[in-house]
């Protein structure tokens, strides 16, 4: 009993500093009576997004839902991404019956970009299964609640639930946690103002685009910014649709190669495929998906 309530002394004397910690930074930005929504369509407004915009962001916002997304990619860093599932010989099959499906495409972008089908093929199953599980979560939304995540009340439950994960590190990763929830809320503006570029441009609606908590969209899961910098059509259509097969396949091998994939250059490929994914196990997890693939006929171990 004794050694219950020593425990639970300690956890509010953590929580108290935490939220001091909250109480000492919202003072400094926020007026406490300003809600958080509110907040978020002032910082809207001051960047020049347009009033359809934040109308579509609005209407689609599930303040329920707000602590959870902003806690994924707030909290992110206490947990270390795993991609050895995504490794199979499932895997291995599905994207060799991937290329044999769409193989007059991928043997087209592979000679313009030098970006291999079986890399292509193996990125674009790690991401969303080819295309199975793109997300349901509206991206305008995803945004608009991160764009919340340096406000005080967001910032309360944010730690709150860094207590209840981790509540050994709490107290030594406060700082990080604020400062996280700040980089989070400005990447937020920066990908709602390119969300509100590709609507006005008329490549896509805010209404309509779904995808992953993290906010990306499509087959190749891309984010808002990378859309207007990489995706290019697959076919002689005016915009790039990501959730056409032909666009997905197109823009990954683009976004690869502008990012310096150079043919048979190992380096080139590990450094190309970081910059999609930073995670050192995502890069291995594609590579060795796609030797496997490329080795038709030969007994390849995805554990080897």
Same mark, same amino acid.
């Given at each position: 009993?004794?050694?219950?309530?020593?425990?639970?002394?300690?956890?509010?004397?953590?929580?108290?500093?935490?939220?001091?910690?909250?109480?000492?930074?919202?003072?400094?930005?926020?007026?406490?009576?300003?809600?958080?929504?509110?907040?978020?369509?002032?910082?809207?407004?001051?960047?020049?997004?347009?009033?359809?915009?934040?109308?579509?962001?609005?209407?689609?916002?599930?303040?329920?839902?707000?602590?959870?997304?902003?806690?994924?990619?707030?909290?992110?860093?206490?947990?270390?991404?795993?991609?050895?599932?995504?490794?199979?010989?499932?895997?291995?099959?599905?994207?060799?019956?991937?290329? #044999?499906?769409?193989?007059?495409?991928?043997?087209?972008?592979?000679?313009?970009?030098? !970006?291999?089908?079986?890399?292509?093929?193996?990125?674009?199953?790690?991401?969303?299964?080819?295309?199975?599980?793109?997300?349901?979560?509206? !991206?305008?939304?995803?945004?608009?609640?991160?764009?919340?995540?340096?406000?005080?009340?967001?910032?309360?439950?944010?730690?709150?639930?860094?207590?209840?994960?981790?509540?050994?590190?709490?107290?030594?990763?406060?700082?990080?946690?604020?400062?996280?929830?700040?980089?989070?809320?400005?990447?937020?503006?920066?990908?709602?103002?390119?969300?509100?570029?590709?609507?006005?441009?008329?490549?896509? #609606?805010?209404?309509?685009?779904?995808?992953?908590?993290?906010?990306?969209?499509?087959?190749?899961?891309?984010?808002?910014?990378?859309?207007?910098?990489?995706?290019?059509?697959?076919?002689?259509?005016?915009?790039?649709?990501?959730?056409?097969?032909?666009?997905?396949?197109?823009?990954?091998?683009?976004?690869?190669?502008?990012?310096?994939?150079?043919?048979?250059?190992?380096?080139?490929?590990?450094?190309?495929?970081?910059?999609?994914?930073?995670?050192?196990?995502?890069?291995?997890?594609?590579?060795?998906?796609?030797?496997?693939?490329?080795?038709?006929?030969?007994?390849? #171990?995805?554990?080897?």
């Amino acid at each position: 009993m004794m050694d219950c309530t020593v425990r639970v002394f300690r956890f509010g004397l953590v929580l108290g500093a935490l939220l001091a910690a909250c109480v000492a930074y919202g003072k400094s930005i926020v007026p406490t009576s300003v809600e958080p929504i509110d907040y978020a369509v002032v910082k809207l407004r001051s960047a020049g997004i347009s009033e359809g915009l934040i109308s579509t962001v609005k209407q689609f916002h599930v303040p329920e839902e707000r602590d959870w997304i902003v806690e994924m990619n707030v909290l992110g860093f206490l947990g270390k991404a795993d991609y050895s599932a995504h490794l199979s010989h499932d895997a291995i099959r599905k994207c060799r019956e991937f290329i #044999s499906a769409h193989h007059r495409q991928l043997v087209r972008v592979e000679k313009r970009s030098g !970006v291999p089908k079986e890399v292509i093929a193996a990125l674009l199953w790690v991401e969303t299964k080819h295309g199975r599980h793109i997300g349901s979560h509206k !991206v305008g939304h995803v945004y608009f609640s991160l764009l919340q995540a340096d406000h005080p009340e967001v910032l309360k439950s944010t730690m709150i639930r860094l207590l209840n994960r981790a509540p050994a590190q709490a107290a030594e990763t406060r700082q990080k946690v604020i400062d996280r929830s700040i980089a989070k809320s400005n990447w937020a503006l920066i990908e709602l103002r390119s969300l509100d570029a590709i609507q006005k441009s008329g490549r896509g #609606s805010a209404r309509d685009l779904v995808g992953s908590y993290a906010g990306a969209f499509g087959i190749p899961q891309f984010i808002p910014s990378s859309y207007l910098q990489w995706a290019r059509p697959g076919l002689k259509a005016r915009h790039a649709d990501l959730f056409k097969m032909d666009d997905a396949i197109q823009s990954v091998a683009f976004y690869l190669k502008a990012n310096g994939w150079k043919r048979k250059d190992q380096a080139s490929h590990r450094s190309a495929l970081l910059h999609y994914n930073r995670a050192q196990g995502y890069v291995d997890v594609i590579l060795r998906i796609a030797q496997c693939v490329k080795a038709q006929g030969e007994k390849c #171990s995805p554990s080897a």
